[in-house]
Nanobody, 115 residues
Framework: QVRLVESGGGLVQPGGSLRLSCTASGYIFGITNMGWYRQAPGKQRELVARVISGGSTNYADSVKGRFTISRDNTKNTVYLQMNSLKPEDTAVYLC?????????WGQGTQVTVSS
């Protein structure tokens, strides 16, 4: 069983910053990808950013240059530093890990960007 615990969401003004964290526990040997998705009301879930096991990263075009994903394998934790936040970044952010080709999801953390 894989357990994902997320933290760091909240309310921030446009232009502000937030840092999300997600720590994996349980049977996690062999995790490949770790990343973040988001889902806004009425919209499909979309990839925000992910770190592949070799260290390479993927970002959604909408967040390139503003968000930075990093991974600490010693802590089984993935981080998402979000800068220059915009109202359109408002969504539930979900942590995702891939283990043995299976996807595991956190419960999600709300990020609201509003003045």
């Amino acid at each position: 069983q894989v357990r994902l615990v997320e933290s760091g969401g909240g309310l921030v003004q446009p232009g502000g910053s937030l840092r999300l964290s997600c720590t994996a526990s349980g049977y996690i040997f062999g995790i490949t990808n770790m990343g973040w998705y988001r889902q806004a009301p009425g919209k499909q879930r979309e990839l925000v950013a992910r770190v592949i096991s070799g260290g390479s990263t993927n970002y959604a075009d909408s967040v390139k240059g503003r968000f930075t994903i990093s991974r600490d394998n010693t802590k089984n934790t993935v981080y998402l530093q979000m800068n220059s936040l915009k109202p359109e970044d408002t969504a539930v952010y979900l942590c995702n890990v891939v283990l043995n080709h299976l996807n595991y999801w956190g419960q999600g953390t709300q990020v609201t960007v509003s003045s």
